[in-house]
């Protein structure tokens, strides 16, 4: 079985799922990016905080990544589960973030790529992962491209 399909199904596994990245996220930010640095098919990871958009706390999560020059780009795939990830639905309230990233935290603050940029930076997300192209078949969810430029 592929490792998509494997992550698909862990997804779907809900709050065991959703446990296991938080605690990824944790240990992630606690041990300074040395604990699972990497993912699936070597893909890098970040730690990003959000503000929930009901409490107003911080929420973490581990999430894979691409550099495009300054940027980080970020998907919010869920694996392909039908349910948008919450760190997307809080950035979309509130936009500003910190993410953690080989030990070094800096605010970011996301938006949706344009179209043009989609276009050039999905087959970056591809190459770096091939379970990013596999998640759009499990779910007619958007899957929008998001860049997390950093701020001053």
Known sequence: MSS????NR??????LARLFTSLHARLYRLTGGR???RWAEGMPVLS????GRKSGRPRSTAV?????GDNLVVMPSNAGSEATPAWWLNL???PEAEV????QRRRVRARRATPEEEERLWPRLQQSYSGFEAYQSFTEREQPI???EPLP
Not at 48 to 51: D, F, L, Q, V, Y
Not at 64 to 68: I, K
Not at 100 to 103: A, S
Request: aromatic share 6%; no cysteine.
């Open 100 to 103: 953690q990233l080989r030990g």
């Open 64 to 68: 894979v990544y691409v550099e495009d």
């Open 48 to 51: 990003i905080t959000t503000t």
């Open 92 to 94: 979309q309230a509130n």
């Open 4 to 7: 998509a399909k494997l992550l």
């Open 10 to 15: 862990a997804a779907r596994l809900g709050p």
């Open 35 to 37: 604990f699972m640095p």
């Open 146 to 148: 998001v860049l997390l």
